[in-house]
């Protein structure tokens, strides 16, 4: 037996193991559960929808600084006839005074990127024990060990709701990694790679392709997230990518990210979309972009495997998260659909198998059973698992399946792919979020078809 298969079988025994021994009644299982939502936008409101549909959550209390947010939220909720929930609002830290242990079992927090960390330590200090983030964790390396440390000396879960490790096709990818179809891993793909041009820009009142101003003039994301395209260049978005791939590799749990340098192409795509859509004489042409148009981070694992991400958002593409796992047995890639296994598909290898028919036998547990209600939510079905997950693990009081060292190492890829182009390219040293506990932590992610 291969060593990933013997891993993969030492993995399933431990998930069935854990499972066989678990009894809801034993332990201090809720049937129902408070929950706090802070940031009540675009991404906040999708939360809020998944969690109207369940019965075992009562949203009871939501935070916004903006009106139209917060009127927008409250439609929802009249929509489904559920209870209102709590309203604050106000100003910039109105939301500290729903973070209260007393009335919430657990928040979420779909916020601006740099308001992440300053809420998660808020919700720590508060007594909150789940507290489910949307990605990234935050902007500065020092963020991340602050939320590392914070949610150990607390006691707490922190779990950052990367939805992408829950795509139909990459959970069977990581069933067949699992299995050792792949053999052992060597090299993998992934990325961020969609046209936000229509998002970073918009006229103030609708959200997506509807002008060109961004900041205090723009709604939704343009309000904020174009400010990080002006002020910094790295992959400012890599955990859709490596969430996945960091999943099947085993990162923090017996293997890690040790280093990674990134490259930085010249920015042109969002000057030139404004010129477009705002004209050659709209203010914004003179804004000088700092987000290379082109960011590729290689990242180096302790196991030997090399993983390589994609930033790519400022030019006319259509999306792809332009995944790629390759092993010493075959490779799978999502961009032409494409799978080849030596000596189990059908042709030789000058031609690749349609991978449906694999991803279909290869169809993970989680989604055998959860694809209806799956469907239901948005982002074909993801948004279901993700949200999920975290509410069973909050009922249970059980860990969540991605945990803060999860989170702190996908999202402080960010800071330090900055920091190498920094640097000019240098390959710099990632830190171990986990203080050594990766050597001994096993891989549990989707081993059931629990959560
Ligand atoms: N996983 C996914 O598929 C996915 C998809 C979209 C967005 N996101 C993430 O979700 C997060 C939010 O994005 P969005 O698209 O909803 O942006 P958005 O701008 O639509 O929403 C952010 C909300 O936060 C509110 N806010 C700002 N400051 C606040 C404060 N001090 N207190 C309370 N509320 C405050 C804003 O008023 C706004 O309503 C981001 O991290 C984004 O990257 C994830």
């Known amino acids: 037996m291969n060593n990933s298969r013997r891993k993969f079988v030492k993995n399933m025994s431990l998930g069935i193991a854990a499972v066989s021994t678990f009894n809801p009644l034993s332990k201090p299982y809720a049937d129902k559960i408070k929950i706090g939502v802070i940031g009540t936008g675009l991404r906040g409101q999708a939360h809020i929808s998944t969690l109207l549909k369940r019965t075992d959550t009562e949203i009871t209390a939501?935070?916004?600084?903006?009106?139209?947010?917060?009127?927008?939220?409250?439609?929802?909720?009249?929509?489904?006839?559920?209870?209102?929930?709590?309203?604050?609002?106000?100003?910039?830290?109105?939301?500290?005074?729903?973070?209260?242990?007393?009335s919430i079992d657990a928040v979420i927090i779909a916020t601006p990127w740099e308001l992440h960390t300053p809420m998660i330590l808020d919700a720590l200090a508060g007594g909150l024990k789940y507290i489910a983030t949307e990605v990234v964790l935050g902007v500065t390396l020092e963020d991340h060990f602050e939320v590392v440390r914070s949610t150990e000396k607390n006691n707490?879960?922190?779990?950052?709701?990367?939805?992408?490790?829950?795509?139909?096709?990459?959970?069977?990818?990581?069933?067949?990694?699992?299995?050792?179809?792949?053999?052992?891993?060597i090299h993998l793909q992934g990325g961020y790679q969609h046209d936000l041009r229509g998002v970073k820009f918009n006229d103030g009142i609708t959200p997506y392709n509807s002008g060109a101003e961004f900041g205090e003039k723009g709604f939704s994301e343009a309000k904020w997230r174009t400010n990080?395209?002006?002020n910094r260049n790295g992959d400012l978005y890599p955990?859709?990518?490596?969430?996945?791939?960091?999943?099947?590799?085993?990162?923090?749990?017996?293997?890690?990210?040790?280093?990674?340098?990134?490259?930085?192409?010249?920015?042109?795509?969002?000057?030139?979309?404004?010129?477009?859509?705002?004209?050659?004489?709209?203010?914004?042409?003179?804004?000088?972009?700092?987000?290379?148009d082109v960011v590729t981070t290689h990242i180096k694992c302790t196991n030997g495997e090399t993983i390589l991400l994609q930033h790519d958002t400022n030019l006319p593409r259509p999306y792809s998260l332009g995944f790629r796992v390759q092993g010493t047995g075959g490779i799978w890639m999502?961009?032409?659909?494409?799978?080849?296994?030596?000596?189990?598909?059908?042709?030789?290898?000058?031609?690749?198998?349609?991978?449906?028919?694999?991803?279909?036998?290869?169809?993970?547990?989680?989604?055998?059973?959860?694809?209806?209600?799956?469907?239901?939510?948005?982002?074909?079905?993801?948004?279901?698992?993700?949200?999920?997950?975290?509410?069973?693990?909050?009922?249970?009081?059980?860990?969540?399946?991605?945990d803060v060292y999860d989170a702190a190492s996908w999202s402080a890829i960010t800071p330090l792919s900055e920091n190498s182009i920094e640097l000019g390219n240098e390959t710099v040293t990632f830190?171990?979020?986990?203080?050594?506990?990766?050597?001994?932590?096993?891989?549990?992610?989707?081993?059931?078809?629990?959560y």
């Open 62 to 102: 939501i935070c916004d600084i903006e009106p139209k947010m917060l009127e927008m939220s409250r439609k929802l909720f009249k929509d489904t006839g559920k209870p209102l929930p709590k309203i604050f609002t106000g100003d910039a830290y109105a939301y500290r005074k729903l973070l209260d242990p007393k």
């Open 156 to 185: 707490a879960q922190v779990m950052m709701l990367e939805n992408a490790c829950y795509r139909r096709d990459t959970l069977a990818i990581t069933n067949m990694v699992r299995q050792g179809l792949f053999g052992e891993l």
């Open 228 to 230: 990080h395209s002006v």
């Open 239 to 292: 955990t859709h990518g490596v969430g996945p791939l960091a999943v099947m590799l085993d990162i923090n749990r017996g293997n890690r990210f040790e280093s990674l340098n990134s490259f930085s192409t010249k920015a042109r795509g969002l000057h030139n979309y404004i010129a477009k859509k705002g004209g050659a004489d709209h203010p914004n042409t003179k804004v000088l972009f700092k987000l290379g």
């Open 334 to 402: 999502n961009l032409n659909n494409g799978i080849y296994i030596e000596g189990q598909s059908k042709y030789d290898h000058e031609r690749w198998d349609d991978a449906k028919e694999w991803l279909e036998k290869y169809d993970h547990p989680l989604w055998k059973r959860w694809s209806k209600e799956a469907y239901q939510t948005g982002h074909d079905g993801i948004d279901f698992f993700v949200m999920n997950a975290f509410i069973e693990a909050a009922k249970r009081k059980e860990p969540t399946p991605m």
């Open 431 to 450: 830190p171990d979020f986990t203080g050594g506990k990766w050597m001994s932590r096993k891989n549990d992610f989707a081993s059931t078809d629990a």
